[in-house]
């Protein structure tokens, strides 16, 4: 705890806010960036999710393990640390998932979300997806998860999208590159809000999207479910900086209600 966000929680409330307010979304994408960049945007969710509310999912990319396509890492943690003391941790029981407790511990697109559920009281389950097999498996694994979304239970899928720049090896826009990120990484949420999980997996699983599957996953989720999608807002590492360089990181969110 303190590496992606601070561990003193009067600091964290600076970030976090009240999250004394609450709406109808159940399910979103959300970034995982430090809170600098994505803080506004995690917001935003929980101060939007049902009262009735008790439980996360959170369903995060591997950025420091490899891991086998279309398999869900877990953990077997009881409790994790927040800024607002620990919070109960539930084993996510998905068929055919794996056991992999280091890689959950070390995962900050699980770590940037536990603040804002220890401040909100709620308990939490995670689960590790980094690609898939075939794109059919974004509907076979959401039909996996779908029991476990009850009226009490939200899921989010943890995803910066598009890396741009030499550092990230991905440069296939010339000119005005940010505005064409940007309106490649519209258009993939757009195609994530209205439910088409497989086909944003299968058109971007080849950009620098880190968490498409998980974000492809949660949209067949929400169809399965009847839900309501809506993009939100979005914005680049480099607007934040005022930044000119020519290696920046694309933010946005995607809801469901």
Known sequence: MGTW?????????????????????????????????????????????????????????????????????????????????????????IPKSIIDNNAAAAEH????????????????????????????????????????????????????????????RYVPYGNNAREKVIQHDMECASILSVGKGIEAYRQYAGSTICGIAAASIAAELAKSMNMTGETGDGFTSADILSDTSDDFVSYRTVFWR
């Open 109 to 168: 697109g699980i770590e940037m979300f536990l603040p804002f559920i220890g401040k909100k009281g709620l308990s939490v389950s995670y689960g590790i997806i980094s690609s898939l097999s075939t794109t059919e498996d974004a509907a076979t694994i959401a039909s996996f998860i779908k029991p476990f979304i009850d009226n009490h239970t939200v899921l989010i899928a943890s995803s910066d999208f598009t890396h741009y720049g030499k550092r990230f």
């Open 5 to 93: 966000y601070p561990q003193d929680k009067a600091v964290m409330d600076k970030t976090a806010g009240p999250l004394d307010s609450y709406g109808p979304y159940r399910i979103a994408v959300l970034p995982h960036a430090g809170l600098f960049f994505s803080g506004s945007l995690i917001r935003t969710f929980f101060e939007s999710i049902p009262k009735e509310t008790e439980h996360v999912i959170i369903l995060s990319p591997s950025h420091y393990f490899r891991m086998p396509a279309s398999r869900i890492a877990v953990a077997e943690y009881t409790e994790s640390e927040t800024p607002y003391g620990c919070i109960r941790t539930k084993k996510l029981e």
